[in-house]
């Protein structure tokens, strides 16, 4: 079995750390909303893997992250963390909203037949002392440093630092997910603790005083404690690669002295007229509006299948329309082979 491996730009020949089984971490969502058909790509594609190789034989362990705290409006370091905007907007709690979305994003994957059974999905915010221990390992190591608004990892104390796609450390200048800090050494530093702000609504103690862990260090902290120190298969959406995978494995990497994972995947975007589906954009579609027009949600199941994971695919209700009905002609097949024999 071949897969193309990110990190090296190739199609490699997979092998597995231990013969007959492999782990698989998925990124997953960040549940201050629904998750729409674009971000559901990810999840289509990752479980898809994991029935290849299951039907080669192996036992596949997966971990999907459920983000409730931590990642920031815009996914940078600044701003307002997507929680506390949830919760503004649904008027109630991080709390309540990260138990609603985190329903509606297992239902959604159950509708499209992933099976959730075989997966751990762990909460950030049960992972506060394992993320701390891991913030605490990077600065005891010389990879963090303490300013005034946290704890943040020094990428220049990492050799390998934009490894995965070849990102350009000295050519790196502020802009869509770089923001300007004076206190950062360098523009793609990163926080590994943030200190609390007034009125923040989650909030711990650290060593570095009461505040919240930064977006990036819930993965690497939960992907080792549920998985190990190195793991087989890191998936994600394309738009994780430069920024949120390379810190990944920085910190991961810089703690340990291991490889991190050995095979990274990533899935092309879903568009809508040439454009990425995002709330932003206003361009969204969720698996909801597509039960409501009475389309099985395996028929979206098909429709991302139909193009190649790392090809963009083009979404319409009319190539969604062409994909029912070539589901439809499928089951008919497959229901005159089973009356046959």
């Given at each position: 079995m071949f897969l193309t491996n990110t990190l090296s730009g190739k199609k490699e020949v997979f092998v597995s750390q231990r013969p007959g089984s492999a782990t698989m971490y998925s990124c997953g969502p960040t549940v201050y909303g629904s998750a729409h058909?674009?971000?559901?790509?990810?999840?289509?594609?990752?479980?898809?893997?994991?029935?290849?190789?299951e039907a080669a034989g192996c036992r596949v362990r997966r971990v999907i992250n459920i983000t409730d705290v931590g990642h920031m409006v815009g996914d940078g370091d600044n701003g307002e963390d997507k929680m506390a905007v949830g919760a503004a907007r649904d008027k109630t709690t991080p709390q309540e909203?990260?138990?609603?979305y985190t329903k509606e994003f297992l239902n959604d994957l159950s509708e499209l037949n992933i099976d959730t059974k075989e997966i751990q999905f762990p909460h950030a915010t049960d992972y506060i002392k394992e993320q701390i221990a891991l913030a605490k390992t990077l600065e005891e190591k010389g990879f963090a440093y303490r300013i005034k608004n946290g704890l943040a990892f020094d990428t220049s104390r990492f050799p390998g630092y934009g490894k995965l796609g070849n990102i350009?450390?000295?050519?790196?200048?502020?802009?869509?997910?770089?923001?300007?800090?004076a206190e950062k050494r360098h523009p793609a530093d990163f926080w590994l603790w943030r200190s609390a702000k007034p009125g923040d609504l989650q909030q711990w103690d650290s060593p570095w005083g009461r505040g919240n862990p930064g977006w990036h260090i819930e993965c690497s902290a939960m992907s080792r404690t549920l998985l190990g120190q190195e793991i087989d298969i890191h998936t994600g959406g394309e738009d994780h690669v430069a920024t949120h995978h390379n810190n990944e494995i920085a910190q991961s990497e810089a703690a340990s002295g291991r490889t991190f994972a050995h095979y990274w995947m990533h899935n092309a975007f879903l568009t809508v007229a040439g454009q990425k589906i995002s709330k932003s954009l206003h361009n969204d579609v969720y698996l909801r509006d597509i039960i409501a027009k009475d389309i099985d949600p395996l028929a979206l199941r098909?429709?991302?299948?139909?193009?190649?994971?790392?090809?963009?695919?083009?979404?319409?209700?009319?190539?969604l329309a062409g994909a029912a009905s070539a589901l439809e002609r499928l089951r008919k097949i497959s229901r005159e082979i089973a009356n046959e024999s």
């Open positions: 058909i674009g971000n559901l790509r990810a999840y289509v594609f990752s479980d898809t893997i994991a029935r290849v190789l909203i990260a138990e609603r350009d450390l000295s050519a790196q200048r502020v802009g869509a997910r770089i923001e300007a800090d098909y429709f991302y299948l139909q193009a190649h994971y790392r090809t963009p695919l083009s979404f319409s209700w009319d190539a």
